[in-house]
């Protein structure tokens, strides 16, 4: 467990360092603060570790395995009567926990996260501070306008601001003032442009005309118009109902039934994979036994092995979304590793016995 902590720490941060940068260039250069994208992260955090926790259990059970062989403490211990499947039982039991742990994140953790996500991504792409209040930036919230602050005083006030407007064909406006402020309103957030001017240009008639104004009031609620929207994805939605209301959520989502079901059952036949990589990594390993060489080749092995458990997990997938009722497929790969983990303890219980003539010669 100890070593499983490691390699799950240093996977995720892998992981969770490529998302920070994605997110950081996105956020910070959105105008958002250190805290949204602090936000953001955390909320990213448990879809990466449901990812990497398979990953740390086989390395940790390959790297103790290892050891044990490495320092004949395996040689020593099967001397004294221990079988390879009661060897094999507390790699079992070290598999189950970290079941456990996935089967929380990807049941309860990780759809709750997923959906918050959603949720604050919707919520800051209507951000009026993120989009406008930048000062000194020449800013294209929307197409055909461009919006500029020279500066923010303390108390909220804008000073020197452009606003061009182009979003017509017939004619573009540009309003400079000395002085605005941001208000909102039950039409939606305004600007109000102080002791300002604008200028009108028909494109038909190529005249411009300009008006001196006091105050003027701009609508902005176009300028900053939500990107997404809250409409549930199949990640977001609990594995009761997705298990329970098949239909619904295919109305709801637009998602076929087989992709359904085979999300739902994924996220109980992914936390079965920690099983799989731990008995794979040990079983493997035991076969070879004590070499003074080391036990390479059984890595790459078992290394091997559990790309081949992938690819039958890659086959099935097109045959159960397109048929739900063949949605048991989706347990097929963890079987299979199962099984494979079975037939290498079985061969490392009963190791190999010379042929009968080579007997009776060396009798």
Known sequence: MVLFGFFALVLVSVYWINRAVLLFDRLIADGHSAGVFLEFTALSLPPVIHTVLPMATFAAAIYVTNRLSSESELTVVQATGYSPWRLARPVMVFGLIVMLMMLTLSNILVPRSLAQLKEREVEISGSVSARLLREGVFLHPSEGITF???????????QDVFLSDRSREERSITYTAQSAFL????????????????????????????????????????????????????????????????????EETGEAPGRILEHAHSRFQQPALAVVAAM??????????????????????????????????GMITSPVRGNPMLWPLIYVPSLVGLGLSAAFLGWAARPFRPRRKVQEVAA
């Open 280 to 313: 794979i990594g040990f079983s493997t390993l035991l076969v070879g036994g004590f070499s003074r060489f080391g036990v390479g080749r059984q890595i790459v092995l078992a290394i091997f092995l559990l790309v081949v458990v992938k690819l039958i997990e």
């Open 183 to 250: 208000l909102r309103s039950d039409d939606g957030p305004r600007l109000v442009m102080l002791r300002g001017m604008a200028q009108t240009l028909d494109y038909a008639t190529q005249r411009l005309a300009t008006t001196n104004f006091s105050d003027f009031s701009y609508d902005i609620s176009g300028l900053i118009v939500s990107d997404g929207d809250l409409a549930r994805s199949i990640r977001h939605i609990s594995t009761l109902e997705l298990l329970t209301q098949v239909q619904a959520v295919s």
């Open 148 to 158: 500029y602050i020279r500066d923010i005083d303390e108390t909220g006030e804008l």
